[in-house]
């Protein structure tokens, strides 16, 4: 029998404010006589609102009350209330993200949010759900090519690529639309980063100065030169260098990139070229169409095959709602009600930490005190690989270090959680359980890979108790 899952994906951008539901479909598709074998059957999108311009106060400060109303009109429109939804995530992205109450944002938002709903951002993050939200993974292995998602919001270009299907690297750029914004045919707002990229070509830009296309076509141009530049579609020239996100990395090294497709708000331009007239590039009171165009323009673009997305402006919003959530494996141990858990830190243990006890309990015990507040111990998992451990002197082993190198978790209020990625969570659950004289709530689930850094949300179970549905969050607030 199949299991239903809604979830619900509030993308909070640079330009707009959207939400989408989903349903997922769990169900067990093992044999009667097998090990349950659970899987995610179908991911349908059951309501897109409408999109809408992100409300602020001012250029440092998002109107919290007007996004709040956005959310609650949208989930009455939708027929949807916070108790129906079981996953998905808030994510407030992009530029939005470094305003001073982002926050406050998510604060506001979480009577909205269900009770096992993410509440992030972080360029990486917003790169691989984009990505998938726009489907350049599913054609990248369909295709089997290396291909690159460029999603281009209004105050950032988050990029992924894969290799055959692979995520090999991701990146963000602060090349965005609205990073020159236009009113009444002057230019109102300038990012730093572009104002010194204009300065350098010759180009000025002022803050109350009449808005010229041709200048800022100028502009566009030498942004679209950098996104070429970043994913190696152009020699590097060192254009890119300081235009990386919070001081992030470019893309790693990898095979040449064959296949593009593009999202964002920008990519709505740029597929959509006969949608505006020379007289109307500044309609979304910004340069969001003068960069879509001067993507087209540009001959490195041409250089690659560019498909059209499975989403353009929605594919952030669409990856939130729908490709965050995964699934525990079906050998899983916890008790009766102390799920849904969410935002706990992961500490991982690395593999070469693994290959004996000693290791085993010193990484643990030397990490531990990062997740202390005024001396006291705070909730966290625990997360291995687990590979080699699935004999039953193995897992006596494992157990005995698990229990000496947690031992403060132990003392403490909070149960103890393991994330293993090998498929031994039942029997370690059980061994802990006996080693622990049951005095203590011991969570073990199976198939799913977390690393330090990232947080965890934990579900109530589903599939008559033999799955878990689990977010990992890989980023919060890279500011």
Sequence with gaps: MADIINSVGIDIGTSTTQLIFSRLVIENRASSYTVPRIDIVDKQVTYRSAIYFTPLLSADEIDAAAVKEIVRSEYQKAKMSPDMVQSGAVIITGETARKQNANQVLNALSEWAGDFVVATAGPDLESVLSAR??????????HRTVMANLDIGGGTTNIAAYNKGTLIGVTCLDIGGRLIKIENGKISYVFHKIKKLADDIGVRLEVGAAANAAALC????KMAEILAESIGLAPK????DGMYTNDGKPLPEHPPITELTLSGGVADCFYNAAGHSANDVFKYGDVGVLLGDSIRANRSFSSVNILHPAETIRATVVGAGIHTTQISGSTISFPDGVLPIKNIPILRISEPDE??????????RAQLPLYMTDGRQEQVAISFAGWDKGTFDALQKLADALVKGAEEVIKGPFPLIFIIENDIGKALGHTLNVKLDHNKYVICID??????????????PVCGGHVLPVVIKTLIFNS
Excluded: F, K, Q
């Design 447 to 460: 198939g799913v890979r977390a690393l330090n850094g990232d947080y965890i949300d934990i579900g109530e």
């Design 133 to 142: 939200g726009a489907g350049t993974d599913t054609m990248s292995e369909e």
């Design 218 to 221: 100028r502009v566009t141009d």
């Design 355 to 364: 290959e004996s006890s000693d290791t085993i309990i010193s990484s643990i």
């Design 237 to 240: 020239t060192g254009l890119s």
